[in-house]
């Protein structure tokens, strides 16, 4: 339920509570005054009735003596010496008594007058009727009202609601201030909070992106000459093969952080073209274990997509089974099973698992949970599958180990419109593993 109508939902029955709690007091107050009005009355005429019998010995006023469908109650009192009225019920109708003591000859009687209630019920009809309306006519006045104020507040949350997702999406120029109507209210000193904690976030971004980008590029240049002056040591010594391993390996985290400044400065572009899915995973697989990133790992191909044929770029798609798959060998253990369906890719290790943080939002750059390594592996797979219309499902199987799910995507992305290439907010702040 929308908080429009919660509200509206609320103003109504706080509307109705108030006018019956009203009501309830009204209407008891005007049954006491009726009941004692009706009391005097009939307590009166039973007086001029008795005054009357007294001077000339005619019963008048309708009064009767030693009346049999008089109430014991009042009789009694009656013969008591005491002059009272109640309330009865006589042939299905409310009526109401007075009685009083009276001598008749030598001995005593009791002198009895009634009279109907129902002019005072309805009266007390009417006041209900009045009260029901009235209980009505205001829930609908002030519920309207307020459906007009709730709506006008819905209404602006629900703008915020669509700009944050503009933010979330990965455009931080917008300014939830800005499509939201200027106020002094707790909404607009909500969007000027949220926009400045965007802000914050966003020159923070900004700042681990430019450091990122800058850092790839002032180490490309020195990194050059060190991979050249390495190629030409020839001697098969233990501090030749430790230097050539050390400086591929610094290679390599050059060109992972070269590609992660790509991503986030949005230069990458893909190239389209349909690929066989099951056919393109064969030949990835033969083409890592002839490279020795999988020598010595037990690699379990499960290809069940048959025919299956998607339309992505195929070496930025190679590019994130690839990251997967290297990530298990090293944070995993065997056996590694990548397995295809007409609808994903997954690769599933029989390790420890992924850390709680990746499950919950993902994988960071710069933090490696599982022990060695820069954490760029999982990011540059998840922002290769945000380029290329599909996304990275990380959990843990319950027989243990680690388990990724690549969904492809479901249509041609060359018929949508283009994807945002840079990471949002949501897929920077989780940890790597």
């Known amino acids: 339920m929308s908080l429009r109508w919660k509200i509206v939902l609320l103003i109504v029955a706080s509307v109705i509570i108030a006018v019956l709690s009203c009501g309830v007091i009204v209407r008891q107050s005007a049954a006491a005054a009726e009941d004692d009005r009706m009391r005097q009355n009939i307590s009166k005429q039973l007086s001029d009735a008795i005054a009357i019998y007294s001077d000339t010995g005619v019963l008048t006023l309708n009064t009767t003596v030693d009346?049999?469908?008089?109430?014991?109650?009042?009789?009694?009192?009656?013969?008591?010496?005491?002059?009272?009225?109640?309330?009865?019920?006589?042939?299905?109708?409310?009526?109401?008594?007075?009685?009083?003591?009276?001598?008749?000859?030598?001995?005593?009687?009791?002198?009895?007058?009634?009279?109907?209630?129902?002019?005072?019920?309805?009266?007390?009809?009417?006041?209900?009727r009045a009260i029901l309306m009235g209980m009505i006519g205001s829930a609908i006045v002030?519920?309207?009202?307020?459906?007009?104020?709730?709506?006008?507040?819905?209404?602006r949350l629900t703008l915020g609601a669509q700009a944050a997702r503009k933010i979330a999406a990965g455009d931080t120029t917008v300014r939830i201030s800005d499509v939201i109507e200027a106020g002094d209210d707790e909404v607009a000193a909500f969007a000027e909070a949220a926009d400045s904690a965007?802000?914050?976030?966003?020159?923070?971004?900004?700042?681990?992106?430019?450091?990122?980008?800058?850092?790839?590029?002032?180490?490309?240049?020195?990194?050059?000459?060190?991979?050249?002056?390495?190629?030409?040591?020839?001697?098969?010594?233990?501090?030749?093969?430790?230097?050539?391993?050390?400086?591929?390996?610094?290679?390599?985290?050059?060109?992972?952080?070269?590609?992660?400044?790509?991503?986030d400065a949005g230069r990458a572009?893909?190239?389209?073209?349909?690929?066989?899915?099951?056919?393109?995973?064969?030949?990835?697989?033969?083409?890592?274990?002839?490279?020795?990133?999988?020598?010595?790992?037990?690699?379990?191909?499960?290809?069940?997509?048959?025919?299956?044929?998607?339309?992505?770029?195929?070496?930025?798609?190679?590019?994130?089974?690839?990251?997967?798959?290297?990530?298990?060998?090293k944070h995993g253990a065997d056996p590694i099973r990548v397995c295809t369906t007409p609808h994903s890719v997954i690769v599933e290790d029989s390790g420890p698992g992924y850390p709680a943080d990746i499950i919950d939002a993902g994988p960071t750059r710069f933090v490696s949970a599982g022990g060695g390594g820069m954490g760029l592996g999982l990011v540059i797979a998840q922002g290769q599958a945000k380029l290329l219309d599909m996304h990275i499902v990380f959990s843990n199987r319950e027989v243990g180990g680690a388990?990724?799910?690549?969904?492809?995507?479901?249509?041609?992305?060359?018929?949508?419109?283009?994807?945002e290439a840079v990471p949002t907010a949501g897929e920077r702040t989780p940890r790597g593993r």
């Open 403 to 419: 388990r990724a799910e690549v969904f492809l995507p479901e249509v041609d992305p060359r018929s949508a419109a283009a994807p």
């Open 142 to 155: 002030i519920g309207g009202i307020g459906s007009l104020i709730a709506g006008q507040i819905s209404r």
């Open 67 to 128: 009346d049999p469908q008089l109430p014991d109650e009042a009789r009694e009192a009656a013969l008591a010496g005491q002059s009272v009225t109640i309330r009865a019920t006589v042939d299905g109708a409310n009526i109401i008594w007075a009685a009083a003591p009276i001598e008749v000859g030598s001995h005593s009687a009791v002198i009895s007058v009634r009279a109907s209630t129902a002019e005072s019920q309805a009266l007390l009809d009417s006041i209900d």
């Open 269 to 329: 572009q893909p190239e389209f073209a349909p690929m066989a899915l099951d056919a393109s995973i064969r030949s990835l697989l033969t083409t890592l274990s002839a490279s020795g990133a999988t020598t010595g790992h037990e690699i379990e191909p499960q290809l069940l997509a048959g025919d299956r044929t998607v339309v992505t770029d195929q070496r930025r798609f190679e590019r994130i089974v690839t990251n997967l798959i290297v990530n298990s060998t």
């Open 198 to 263: 965007v802000q914050r976030l966003s020159e923070k971004l900004d700042s681990e992106q430019r450091f990122t980008s800058d850092l790839a590029h002032e180490m490309r240049t020195p990194l050059t000459g060190l991979v050249n002056a390495a190629n030409l040591l020839e001697e098969e010594s233990r501090p030749a093969e430790l230097v050539k391993d050390r400086v591929r390996r610094l290679q390599v985290l050059v060109e992972d952080l070269l590609e992660v400044s790509r991503l």
